[in-house]
């Protein structure tokens, strides 16, 4: 983790992440709720499965970013040692976070990004982009073969999202670039997926991965060409990580007094409880400059 300069879109763009990972992991608990908060990738695009893409693309932009800045001013060897130990330390908190679970610690998202971003290591600081995009693809191709304990090992899909999402961080200073760059491999990416996804089902996650450059469009011409960010977004966007972690943590405690049958009032009473938390929180970091990033 790191604590580093502020993108106003960036932080835009990891708020409503955020954001919509606690709207998701907060109601998709209960059955009342609409079927799209729950996951289900062979069922059709369903905003549950398109928002924890979203936010590995989202990593994989500022990764590059933090990543390039410490290799220009201490070295390759640097920047690398750096990203190991951030990593490294985010597998570890999210050891704790998950209780020691050893059926969540390579299938829950803060320790699929943890080891998803060790794989992309050795190509994240590569000048040209071409060799990013071949290893994505090529994690992306081994994900249906690759297990252990008898299940798919999920980190090695989250590559494809961080490594695609690293391609963000070259256009991000020219906003000719980063507006017709976002869009047309939005749009591509968006297609192609639907289209394969007639035949595999799964392939809709590339899908997503086209709709997250698409939000970043929208969000950089929010926040960058407009000027019209939304404050509440920058404050959870700043402090991404503790405002997962935090969520997931009251949303546990939280479910010993509101139960998974419960009606649409006491479900939505758990959502705002569990962001006020969250927000009170990421404001008081805030005001106190302190930032945390992954």
Known sequence: MDVKLRIESLDQLRGFAIL?????????????MPETFRHNLEDGFRFADFVAPLFVFLVGIGFR???LKNQNSHGKWHA????VHRFTILFIVSVFVYHFSLNRMFWDALTEIAIA???AIPVIGSAKQWP???IAFAFLGLFPTARILGLQFEPFVWVFPLLIGSL???WIDDRKKMILRTLIWG???SLAGALIAIVVPNAIFITYIGCSFLITFCFYYIADVWKKPFPHLSTLGKNAIVVYILHYLIRNDLRSYIHSDAGYALALASFVIVYIGCYATAKYLERRNYFITI
């Open 20 to 32: 919509s990972m606690v709207l998701v992991n907060v109601l998709g608990y209960y059955p009342i």
């Open 65 to 67: 970013i933090s990543f």
């Open 80 to 83: 690398i040692k750096k990203s």
């Open 117 to 119: 971003g060790i794989f």
């Open 132 to 134: 990013r995009i071949l």
């Open 168 to 170: 963000v961080a070259d």
């Open 187 to 189: 749009i591509c990416l």
